[in-house]
């Protein structure tokens, strides 16, 4: 399976496609006035004029004129702004209508309409935009990650997901509410070292854990734990064995001292 295009215009189109289907059988069934459903036309065409929006912005960075240093700074400052707004509103508009597909029974689409936050953030990234709607980014991660099994292409989404991590939020990166084990950022982190234990790849697994280790040191010990269970498991080859065996010895130890 090949990764999603990171392109704004090949994201529009998919969206499209998947959200004409929802917006027709919405209508063959007598557009319910009852409320549970919210009508798919009106996010599609709140949809179509965000991407109208961001493909504006995004022409503006290349093709705009030069402008004094401060004003440059200033309007840089602004259009990073915008697209988190933007961004943030596309990513929600996504979900609105996903869910729509999903009342409809449209379950595929549903699925399709929520990975496409996944391209989607990784545009708004790129960028230099924040993320702060990071739970559907995540699922449609954790989607990928499940059946991605070429090494190159793990290898390209593990990229991606340090992507995606550099872009989240300082607030939702200084994840001072640890109480919820299914928190969007600590999912995050660990599917970036599960990406990176899978690609077989020694450099990616150093810097995966190293994250890791850093941002969710609670979650060390039983993160090599599940690893080395997985070793066996698995038959993982042994460079990575002896990788994940390293950082076990070490975070088990440490957890033995405290």
Not at 73 to 78: I, L, P, T, V, Y
Not at 96 to 101: E, F, G, K, T, V
Not at 149 to 157: A, I, M, N, S, V
Request: proline share 5%.
């Amino acid at each position: 399976m090949q990764l999603p295009l990171v392109d704004i215009n090949s994201i529009a189109d998919s969206f499209h496609d998947l959200a004409n289907d929802v917006t027709e059988a919405y209508e063959d069934i007598g557009q319910p006035s009852s409320g549970e459903i919210q009508p798919p036309d009106l996010i599609m065409q709140a949809m179509h004029k965000l991407f109208d929006l961001l493909r504006a912005l995004d022409n503006c960075r290349i093709d705009c004129a030069p402008i004094p240093e401060q004003s440059r700074k200033d309007q840089s400052a602004m259009a990073n702004h915008d697209i988190h707004e933007l961004g943030d509103y596309g990513i929600n508009l996504l979900i609105d209508i996903s869910i729509c597909a999903k009342n409809l029974k449209m379950e595929r689409h549903s699925r399709e309409l929520e990975n496409l936050t996944f391209p989607l953030a990784i545009w708004i990234a790129r960028q230099s935009g924040e993320l702060s709607t990071l739970e559907p980014v995540v699922n449609a991660l954790a989607i990928l990650a499940n059946t991605v099994g070429e090494p190159l292409y793990l290898e390209q989404l593990y990229l991606l997901t340090g992507e995606i991590q550099d872009a989240v939020s300082p607030l939702l990166q200084s994840d001072r509410d640890r109480s919820n084990p299914n928190r969007p950022w600590r999912v995050l982190l660990l599917n970036r070292a599960i990406i990176a234990t899978r690609s077989h790849r020694s450099e990616l697994m150093e810097e995966a854990y190293g994250n890791l280790v850093e941002k969710l040191p609670e979650d060390a010990a039983g993160f090599f734990r599940q690893g080395m269970e997985q070793m066996e498991a698995l038959n993982y080859p042994d460079h990575v064995r002896d990788i994940v065996l390293r950082y076990f010895h070490k975070w088990s130890a440490q957890r033995t001292l405290h």
